[in-house]
């Protein structure tokens, strides 16, 4: 009998440090919503206002610091982020492109203590004219995509995608950078794969389409055979050829089953590349108002759900890629949990772009302005059943910028320490973006309920021992 108590009270003490630490995912959706955007800040190091005491902030690179030690190796506008998620070392190093006019693309080292070596130039700005840098996705296989938010049909086009097929490895601008053409030029900025490894894109603009493209290859070991032949979608949402729709998704071909023109569909550029802007217009592609970032989690049946930022009309749209359903996630009318009332217009504006945590949160990056109204929202979703209408569910603000001149981008959960992010501070009127790392830790009376049930489990394996 005591030994049944015993078990009950182990038991007991190891679900309480479960609920306390969310399941054992991450601490970051622990906070109470910051009630108003931040301020400037007079520490430029440490610019943002956190939502909880638990959760620190230190800056991990700068771009003075780059170009005093390299001169002309960083032009700078750092934007969205990944890591080495597979592979050797995985989770060490950290890629994003420059959104300039000479772009280009820098890793930095996580494992690497020394500030001024841990960041290098590895495509080095201005490569093959590459210009707005913004995509960024660690691929199936291995390596690192970027891609053009700069679109263009001339003879300079822009609004291509790239390859970095040895990122990880690269010195400083020795990246072997490979456009992939078979993929139709849009204005890039957000890239996901699903579970079945097809690439989903989108066409940041005013009346610009989602599109997937489904390799011949799936499971390809390289780019070279990834991209070596596929087909290219655009979605049709409630029948396409509308704005902002939501509905069934139906996904209409722009290209043959290897890349190829379609006749009667693509409209073929000078350089032999597709236009996907006007191809998707010619099968009435649907038309969302700047579509930006997009990033693909579960929901809690299972299902994959992909969250596509639309940045002109303050919402994020939910593909559930399974049911082939689009939904609004979230927009102007959402609960404000700081206050129990719609967040309105005026707080949540300009959602850009999107990332997912270790437990499944999503969190909307806004593209406004640091110091006056530019935060990171969290969207709770507490049956995680893709929409935020349950009881005490909402949008709560997590973060804020405090730099003048500046924006949020690039967010970015760690896949190998739940309790760690990463974001950039992009274009700050300093001249100066940053890198700042986010850490969460548990909240004392966690440490408490931990070390409580360490307690009852040596009690009980001591009393084991003695009989």
Known sequence: MQKKYLNIAVASALAAMSVGAHAADTYFDNFTPLTASAGATATPATPITLSSPNFT???I???LTQNTLVPGSNSGNWDMMTANETGPNAGRYLFMPFETGTGGVQ??????NNYNTRTVTIVAPGSQGFVSGDASRWTPWGSYLTAEESWSTGGNGKGRLFEVTNATTAGANGGSFVQR?????VSHEGLAFDQQKSMYFIDELNGGSIYKYVSANPNATNGNDYFAAGQTFAAKVNGGSNANA???ISWAAITDVNGAALAGVSTVLADNTIDGRASANTVGGTDYQRPEDIDIGKLANGQQAMYIATTTTNEVYLFNLD?????VFANASTIDLATGLAVGSGAFTSPDNIAIDAAGN???IEDRNGAQDDDIWFAKDINHDGDLLDAGEGLARWASNGTPGSEFTGLYFDKFDANKAYVNIQHPGDGVDRLIQITAVPEPETYAMFLAGLGLVGFAARRR???
């Open 181 to 185: 053409s078979i993929i139709p030029r």
């Open 246 to 248: 939501v509905g069934a």
């Open 107 to 112: 890793r930095v080292d996580l494992w690497n």
């Open 362 to 364: 999503v969190y909307i």
């Open 465 to 467: 021992n003695k009989r």
């Open 57 to 59: 902030q230190v800056t």
């Open 323 to 327: 049911t082939n359903q689009a939904s």
């Open 61 to 63: 690179a700068d771009k």
